[in-house]
């Protein structure tokens, strides 16, 4: 069964850093990775999706990469805000089922 | 755009009570996804469907019913309300090249 792990659990940094929040997967068999913003108590909104054949996906200060044969993902955030500050999830997609980490609390101090 | 809606938003059952969280999407997905995600424990899927007619079981199947009629709609069925079914439901559907999409959330308490 695939298993997704995603580390630290929670990051605090100051506003304008940039930062990696990394995310790992057992089975390199994936179809996909998407990455997610979730705000308390909302729901989880797309932010990147990396199909397997492609190595990044980028949209405005947000870049995630994929290394299937590492069985690794990163999302860069550049300069970041407090605007950010929320839980990002990564979700491996094997066959037709998503396979998600427990997420990286983000807060940025501004 | 709605996407993916759910309702009810919010809701306190008795123990032993039984309800229906709903869930529909307008963009003709084919599959859709019923998930439960509790604190520090990350989303734990329920049932999906990857058709109108066709459902299957997720992680957490127990306590639980779903039906899928049309395309648009997805219910999940609470039976016997417990404590432990104490949580936020999301309900979410995905193109056929893996892109999911999530509801708001359905937060459910069991008293």
């Known amino acids: 069964k695939q298993e997704v792990t995603q580390i630290p659990a929670a990051l605090s940094v100051p506003e304008g850093e940039n930062l990696v929040l990394n995310c790992s997967f057992t089975d390199s068999a994936i179809y996909n990775l998407q990455w997610f913003r979730q705000d308390p108590g909302k729901g989880l909104t797309s932010l990147l999706l990396i199909q397997s054949s492609q190595r990044e996906q980028t949209s405005g200060r947000l870049n995630a990469s994929l290394d299937k044969s590492s069985g690794r993902s990163t999302l860069y955030i550049a300069a970041s805000q407090p605007g950010d500050s929320a839980t990002y999830l990564c979700a491996a997609v094997t066959g037709n089922q998503f396979y998600f980490g427990t997420g990286t609390s983000l807060t940025v101090i501004p | 755009n709605a996407g993916v809606t759910q309702t009810p938003k919010f809701r306190i059952l008795k123990i032993g009570q039984s309800m229906t969280l709903q869930c529909t999407q307008d963009?003709?997905?084919?599959?859709m996804y019923w998930y439960r995600q509790d604190p520090g424990m990350g989303l734990k899927l329920i049932y999906y469907s990857v058709g109108a007619g066709i459902t299957d079981k997720g992680e957490v199947p127990n306590g639980y019913n779903v039906s899928r009629s049309t395309t648009e709609d997805f219910p999940l069925r609470l039976e016997l309300a417990a404590p432990s079914q104490t949580s936020v439901y999301f309900c979410?559907?995905?193109?056929?090249?893996?892109?999911?999409?999530f509801g708001e959330g359905s937060r459910l308490t069991v008293l």
């Open positions: 979410a559907s995905s193109t056929n090249t893996g892109e999911l999409f």
């Open positions: 963009m003709n997905h084919n599959y």
